[in-house]
């Protein structure tokens, strides 16, 4: 029989590992450094990873799996800090996967955020946006914003979160953290009634549906900072998933909203770094001037790509100018920056 789950999840925060997985047919399997490792010695049989999995739920969540074939929640464990734990099924049986949360927020300079996100999380109203894949960092960088403006403001912040990855003491400001399913039954109906708990800064784990996108552009308009996630890879999907996910007769109303409440985008990547050592952010950053929100009412986001180009003196960077910047310092390998590239040839021109 295999370790206890625990003793796995304590060996994977040794290892400093992100995430476990445990499969049947297969040792456990850790990500490191954004690559999977699998573990020596023998495959988990389907009783085995049954039992493993199991082991994380109640019974309440027990019966939800049955229902719902699936799974997402938060626990604490005391020899490893939270997780998130997300449960599916293959093959008929319950398999897991697991991400090892932070234990304490890192600095900007750690997490290698450029600075304006600091200026970003200062502003008094408006919508911040993080976007990106899966697993790029976004909680991490709308945790650290959080972190900062508990530090600095008296202010109400109200989370939504699915699921909470880290619990935030107060300091300066009151922090409220909902999990959805636990505390709220869904996103667009938790953000319906925190307008009504008094918030100053609202915190929307992720953007998903019509309802959460238009409450959140309400809240931005009417002297609430909302940070939010959205699972865009770059800027210009960014604002293209916004305002193409309502009816072409509500489309010309969304696009004002965006234009006056935006504050700022940041589209986050993380890469391996050249030398092995582990992996590193690169970024692309919008900074709304009067120019970009003229582009956003005309609806014309792709004019958007030539102002991140030549926006750098107001704190833009395009994605394909930050991969060249970390290729030139030798940070990232010339195959990476040309795989990650919206256009290649700007890194082999460079």
Do not use: W
Request: with cysteine; aromatic share 4%; charged share 20%.
């Amino acid at each position: 029989m295999p370790a206890t789950l625990s003793e796995l999840i304590r060996i994977a925060r040794l290892k400093n590992a992100s995430d476990l997985h445990i499969i049947q047919g297969l040792p456990p399997a850790l990500r490191v450094n954004g690559e999977i490792v699998i573990a020596s010695g023998e495959a988990l049989s389907r009783e085995q990873v049954r039992e493993l999995t199991l082991s994380m739920l109640n019974e309440t969540q027990i019966n939800q799996l049955e229902t719902t074939r699936e799974l997402c929640f938060s626990v604490y464990d005391p020899a490893a800090g939270r997780l998130r734990v997300t449960v599916y099924h293959h093959a008929g049986i319950p398999e897991l996967a697991v991400r090892l949360c932070a234990l304490e927020i890192s600095d900007a300079e750690t997490l290698g955020l450029p600075s304006i996100c600091a200026d970003f999380a200062r502003k008094s109203n408006g919508l911040v946006l993080i976007t990106g894949p899966t697993g790029v960092g976004k909680t991490t960088t709308l945790n650290y914003m959080v972190d900062l403006i508990n530090r600095e403001r008296r202010c109400k912040i109200v989370m939504i979160e699915d699921p909470v990855e880290y619990l935030h003491k107060p300091i300066r400001s009151l922090i409220v953290q909902q999990e959805v399913y636990t505390d709220v039954i869904s996103f667009p109906r938790a953000l319906i009634h925190v307008l009504r708990q008094n918030p100053d800064v609202i915190v929307i784990g992720e953007m998903r549906e019509l309802e959460t996108i238009a409450t959140a552009l309400t809240a931005a308009e009417t002297g609430h900072l909302v940070l939010a996630t959205l699972h865009t890879p770059n800027v210009m999907q960014t604002m293209e998933r916004i305002i193409s996910v309502f009816p072409a007769q509500q489309q010309k109303q969304i696009v004002m909203q965006l234009a006056n409440s935006l504050q700022g985008v940041v589209a986050q990547d993380l890469l391996p770094r050249a030398d092995g050592t582990g992996l590193v952010l690169a970024h692309e950053i919008l900074v709304p001037t009067m120019a970009v929100r003229n582009h956003i009412r005309e609806n014309a986001a792709h004019k958007i790509e030539t102002v991140l180009m030549t926006g750098r003196k107001d704190g833009m960077i395009s994605m394909d100018i930050c991969l060249s910047d970390l290729y030139h310092r030798a940070i990232i390998s010339y195959d990476t920056a040309v795989s990650r590239a919206r256009d290649p040839n700007l890194i082999k021109k460079a």
